[in-house]
């Protein structure tokens, strides 16, 4: 017999868990599962590369809730079991195992796979990527092993474990194929801040780069780069991104594209099935209406929190605005709001203190801020760029204006 649900959540990460707990709070009282394919409770992924990795937080203290909070809860943990197939017209679920579940309402929060590199010896033992806490157990003891480290990927997973490793005491060189750090995530004048950063540090830090094979037998010894120079190392990690865990749905009938496409309820194009999170591909408000797939943990909470109370029964829709962050030695970045398609930016305080921030614009309109060391800019600048207010470019550089000032009241 069928074991049935009358809320299926697929992946156990915080897209998953909060959409669980969001629903109790706004008052359903139908079945609830989590599904996932890790033995783990759900837990908590960006200490992975940073705290989680450096030693500084224990397993325990990764935990989105203990135990007994989801036995309390009546949520159901099905641990372990990978789903492979979606029958979206009988609503039910088959796992790896041949395991099948029935759903009234089914939401895919099953984020991705680290996208590997399309290189011989790229599946080495001692090639790793930081996605799962076994991931990151299997990166700890390893690098507590050797010396030589190659980081290829400058997004902010490569940089923060470079910055681990540098400050462990190992040789670090990090490899970006693009022609900055944080393409993706930053502009300009951040990626160089903390390319310079990194170097000061002792990181041969390297950008640019077009990387031709890896060395060695049944492990990697080095990375061979075009013109034939090679990076010795003992040990390689990889974080050039993830592959959104879509397959399912789009074998369902799901529309898919760069992840998988949802409304501004978070829903899919199969009937009485959401998507949230890091593969979930939605038009943005903040990016100008682009359609966007953010890989961040306010994303993924946000997201849970506009599904659970839609299946709660209230008309909500998805209009939350972004932001991201990351600990490198001693520089805490913020970055809130998407600064593509800016037009002008605008520098307030001195980088070379280390504690400044980046006001990005489009048509004299905060879009986004990148602040360094400045939690006070982070947070008020939130006003700025939803109130939309125009103001002159020699008051925003100011830091001695607080950013609030300058929102209507």
Known sequence: MVQCYDVIIVGGGHGGAHTAIALRQHGFTGSIAIVGDEAELPY????????????????????????????????????????????????SITTAAGRSFGYGRLVWAAGGAPRRLPLDKGNAANVLAIRTLADADRLREAAAAVRR????????????????????????????????????????????????????????????????????????????????????????????????????????????????????????????????????????????????????????????????????????????LPWFWSNQYDLKIQTIGLSSGHDAYIVRGDPAAGSFSILYTRDGKVIALDCVNMARDFIQGRGLITSGVLVAPDVLADPAVPLKTLVPQ
Request: include cysteine.
């Open 44 to 91: 908590e992924r960006p200490p992975l590369s940073k705290e989680y990795f450096s030693g500084e937080k224990v397993r325990e203290r990764l935990f989105i809730r203990p135990e007994a909070f989801w036995q309390d809860k009546n949520i159901t943990l099905i641990t372990s079991e990978r789903v492979v197939s979606i029958d979206a017209e009988a609503h």
């Open 149 to 320: 480290v190659a980081i290829i990927g400058g997004g902010y997973i490569g940089l923060e474990a470079a910055a681990v490793l540098t400050k462990a005491g190992k040789q670090v060189t990090l490899l970006e194929m693009q022609d900055r750090v944080l393409a993706r995530a930053a502009g300009e004048a951040l990626s160089r801040f903390v390319e310079q950063a990194h170097r000061t540090h002792g990181v041969d830090l390297r950008v640019g780069i077009a990387i031709e094979a890896l060395e060695g037998d049944a492990l990697v010894t080095g990375v061979r780069l075009a013109g034939g120079e090679v990076i010795p190392c003992d040990l390689l990690i990889v974080g050039i991104g993830i592959v959104p865990e879509v397959a399912p749905l789009e074998a369902a009938g799901a529309t898919v594209g760069n992840g998988v496409l949802v409304d501004e309820r978070c829903a899919t194009s199969l009937a009485d099935i959401y998507a949230i999170g890091d593969l979930a591909a939605h038009a943005n408000s903040f990016a100008d209406g682009a359609t966007v797939r953010l890989e961040s943990v306010q994303n993924a909470v946000d997201m849970a929190m506009t599904v659970a109370r839609t299946i709660a029964g209230e008309a909500v829709t998805y209009a939350a």
